[in-house]
């Protein structure tokens, strides 16, 4: 059987991660792959007049890629794959925009931090195959609309920021992980790990994507909502003991519900901890959108932690104060912003 061909490439919300790996790929394919994004405002008058531009951590100069864009889809051919960019409470708006770039076979990749709204789909390891969740897919859009078994997940760490309209900086030489709902490895999952290594991406393929889902949300359970809530940096929350200590009863809760749910972690609390000291500087993603004036992305990361606790019978109080005081936060923060 021969490999997939992914010709016709769309990343679907080109911020920071997407209009990453939409330069990589379009720089790195050679012009065999049709690369196009989707963009608006500001960020995609920008991508317009210069060209989506890169820079790679400690690069002296920024990679620069044309590529075709456009802030309605129905612009663009059918396509091969579709990568998307945006974050978990951004997808359910977008539904409809990316059903217009399906053609039979098409494949998405979404990377996501937090729980996917596809978490249960050929789920093995919960006993809860197939669940849908409300929270993060009113009235079933995506599912309708997308379907989950076009869907590859991908885990992201790879620190990346939108700088100035159509210019991206990166913090970090990152990785990207991607898994099959199903675990299986896929000659789609192969051709597309292949297409994006050779772009200079670095893709490796999960066993068990879950493990990795949940490995990540560890960490951005924790860091996300609480940089928000006091508009401090990495090491300045781990310089400070109280903070500290609140991550690592996030972190426990955390690991609690992914083991009622059949994970594994294969990294402990406490490796996890000393990592996080030697971050740095590092602003998180829910942070940056508070600055910016943008709704923050509370329920893949937070709300997903008491919700999925209650469906396990797991405890989780710190994680539901936080849920509290962020989803306070980010009311002021939208009503402020408008």
């Given at each position: 059987?021969s490999?997939?061909?992914?010709?016709?490439?769309?990343?679907?919300?080109?911020?920071?991660l997407?209009?990453?790996?939409?330069?990589?790929?379009?720089?790195?394919?050679?012009?065999?792959?049709?690369?196009?994004?989707?963009?608006?405002?500001s960020?995609?008058?920008?991508?317009?007049?210069?060209?989506?531009?890169?820079?790679?951590?400690?690069?002296?100069?920024?990679?620069?890629?044309?590529?075709?864009?456009t802030?309605d889809?129905?612009?663009?051919p059918?396509?091969d794959?579709?990568?998307?960019?945006?974050?978990?409470?951004q997808?359910?708006?977008?539904?409809?925009g990316?059903?217009?770039?399906?053609?039979?076979?098409?494949?998405?990749?979404?990377?996501?931090n937090?729980?996917?709204?596809?978490?249960?789909?050929?789920d093995?390891?919960s006993?809860?195959a197939?669940?849908?969740?409300?929270e993060?897919?009113?009235?079933?859009?995506?599912?309708r609309?997308?379907?989950?078994?076009?869907?590859?997940?991908?885990?992201?760490?790879?620190g990346?920021?939108?700088?100035?309209?159509?210019?991206?900086?990166?913090?970090?030489?990152?990785?990207?992980?991607?898994?099959?709902?199903?675990?299986?490895?896929?000659?789609?999952?192969?051709a597309?790990?292949?297409?994006?290594?050779?772009?200079?991406?670095?893709?490796s393929?999960?066993?068990?994507?879950?493990?990795?889902?949940?490995?990540?949300?560890?960490?951005n359970?924790?860091?996300?909502p609480?940089?928000?809530?006091?508009?401090?940096?990495?090491?300045?929350?781990?310089?400070?003991?109280?903070?500290?200590?609140?991550?690592?009863?996030?972190?426990?809760?955390v690991?609690?519900?992914?083991?009622?749910?059949?994970?594994?972690?294969a990294?402990?609390?406490?490796?996890?901890?000393?990592?996080?000291?030697?971050?740095?500087?590092?602003r998180?993603?829910?942070?940056?959108?508070?600055?910016?004036?943008?709704?923050?992305?509370?329920?893949?990361?937070?709300?997903?932690?008491?919700?999925?606790?209650?469906?396990?019978?797991?405890?989780?109080?710190?994680?539901?104060?936080?849920?509290?005081?962020?989803?306070?936060?980010?009311?002021?923060?939208v009503?402020?912003?408008?």
């Amino acid at each position: 059987m021969s490999s997939p061909s992914f010709k016709n490439v769309c990343i679907y919300g080109a911020g920071a991660l997407g209009g990453a790996v939409a330069v990589k790929l379009a720089l790195g394919s050679k012009k065999q792959v049709n690369v196009s994004v989707v963009a608006r405002g500001s960020h995609l008058a920008g991508i317009r007049a210069g060209g989506l531009r890169l820079w790679e951590a400690e690069a002296a100069s920024p990679l620069v890629a044309a590529v075709t864009a456009t802030d309605d889809p129905a612009e663009l051919p059918p396509q091969d794959l579709v990568i998307t960019g945006l974050k978990g409470h951004q997808l359910t708006p977008a539904a409809p925009g990316i059903a217009k770039l399906l053609h039979a076979g098409t494949r998405v990749v979404m990377i996501l931090n937090g729980i996917p709204w596809w978490y249960f789909h050929r789920d093995e390891q919960s006993g809860h195959a197939e669940r849908q969740i409300e929270e993060l897919d009113p009235d079933g859009n995506l599912w309708r609309l997308i379907g989950p078994e076009r869907v590859i997940g991908c885990v992201a760490y790879q620190g990346a920021e939108v700088i100035n309209p159509g210019e991206i900086k990166l913090s970090n030489n990152g990785r990207f992980i991607l898994g099959e709902p199903s675990d299986e490895v896929s000659s789609d999952i192969k051709a597309i790990t292949d297409l994006l290594t050779r772009a200079g991406l670095n893709i490796s393929i999960a066993p068990r994507i879950r493990d990795e889902i949940w490995s990540k949300l560890m960490g951005n359970a924790a860091f996300n909502p609480i940089s928000a809530l006091t508009r401090a940096r990495m090491s300045e929350i781990m310089g400070n003991p109280a903070l500290s200590a609140m991550v690592g009863q996030v972190m426990n809760e955390v690991k609690a519900v992914a083991e009622a749910l059949g994970s594994h972690l294969a990294i402990s609390i406490e490796e996890r901890l000393e990592r996080s000291r030697h971050i740095g500087l590092v602003r998180t993603s829910m942070l940056q959108d508070l600055l910016a004036g943008k709704a923050l992305e509370i329920t893949p990361l937070v709300g997903m932690i008491v919700t999925l606790g209650k469906l396990t019978g797991v405890s989780t109080p710190t994680s539901q104060t936080i849920l509290a005081l962020a989803t306070q936060l980010d009311r002021e923060n939208v009503q402020a912003a408008g």
